[in-house]
C-alpha cells in the first residue's frame, strides 16, 4: 500500500534509516522507495520525521470525528483498514503524506543538514512591495522535489491512467499544493533606531499546523466524483 512508508514512524530514534543494508530492512518501503532510500539515504531522517507528523497532525484534525486517525498496533499499514478503499480519509492521509514529507525534507534544507541543498538562493531582488529579497528562504522546490520521487512512486509504479493510482497522486499534489500556497514572508528591519527603513525579507512555509487544517477543510468540502478526492 503507498502509505505503508508511515511505519517508519514506529521505529526506534536509535535505528539507522538510511545505508544499503537498513533501506533493504525497512519494512513498508516499496523496491522503488527502497531504491530511493539507497540513493538519498541522508533525508530518510526526514523520512520518518514526516511519518511521525502525519500520525501526530491527522489524530489533532479529526481528534472529534468517529474515526480520529487511531494507529493498528500492529503491522505496516499504520491507520489500517480505513486506507485499503477511496475514502475521502484515505485522499486526506495521503494529501498529508505528501505535504509532511516536503515540510520535513525543506525543514532540513534550512537547517543546514543535508549536503545536497541549502537554503533557496533563487529568492533576490526588489519585491514591488520596496523591500529586499535575501536571507535563508526556505527551499520547497527540493522538499517538493522529494517528495514527488519518494510519495509518488508507489503510484507511478502502477501506472496512473486511471483509478486509485490516479486519485492518489491527485491528492498527493493536493497536499503539496497546500504548502505553496500558503507560503509566508518574514522580514527584518534595518535603519535608525528600527525604523524599518529598509527591511530584508524571505519566504518560509507555513506552520504544518496550518497545511492540517487548509487540508481539513478540504476534506470537508470534498464532493463525490468516481472516487472521493480533494
Not at 92 to 106: E, K, M
Not at 151 to 168: I, Q, Y
Amino acid at each position: 500500500m503507498a502509505t505503508n512508508w508511515l511505519s517508519l514512524a514506529r521505529l526506534p530514534r536509535s535505528r539507522p534509516v538510511s545505508g544499503a543494508a537498513p533501506c533493504a530492512r525497512l519494512r513498508g518501503l516499496t523496491p522503488g522507495q527502497v531504491g530511493v532510500c539507497r540513493a538519498r539515504g541522508e533525508v530518510m531522517e526526514s523520512v520518518r520525521k514526516a511519518a511521525e507528523m502525519v500520525i501526530e497532525e491527522c489524530q489533532h484534525q479529526f481528534r472529534n470525528r468517529r474515526w480520529n486517525c487511531s494507529t493498528t498496533s500492529r503491522g505496516i499499514n499504520v491507520f489500517g483498514r480505513v486506507m485499503n478503499q477511496g475514502t475521502r480519509e484515505a485522499a486526506f492521509v495521503h494529501a498529508l503524506s505528501s505535504a509532511a514529507v516536503a515540510v520535513a525534507v525543506t525543514r532540513a534544507c534550512t537547517r543546514g543538514e543535508l549536503d545536497r541543498c541549502g537554503c533557496d538562493r533563487k529568492v533576490r531582488g526588489v519585491s514591488p512591495e520596496g523591500f529586499q529579497w535575501s536571507g535563508c528562504s526556505d527551499n520547497l522546490s527540493y522538499g517538493v522535489a522529494f517528495s514527488q520521487a519518494f510519495v509518488d512512486e508507489p503510484e507511478r509504479a502502477k501506472g496512473v491512467s486511471a483509478g486509485r493510482p490516479l486519485m492518489n497522486l491527485h491528492n498527493n499534489e493536493a497536499g503539496r499544493k497546500a504548502i505553496l500556497h500558503n507560503m509566508q514572508v518574514e522580514c527584518k528591519c534595518h535603519g535608525v533606531s528600527g525604523s524599518c527603513e529598509l527591511r530584508t525579507c524571505w519566504k518560509v512555509m507555513p506552520p504544518f499546523r496550518r497545511v492540517g487544517v487548509v487540508l481539513k477543510e478540504r476534506f470537508d468540502g470534498a464532493t463525490e466524483v468516481s472516487d472521493y478526492m480533494f
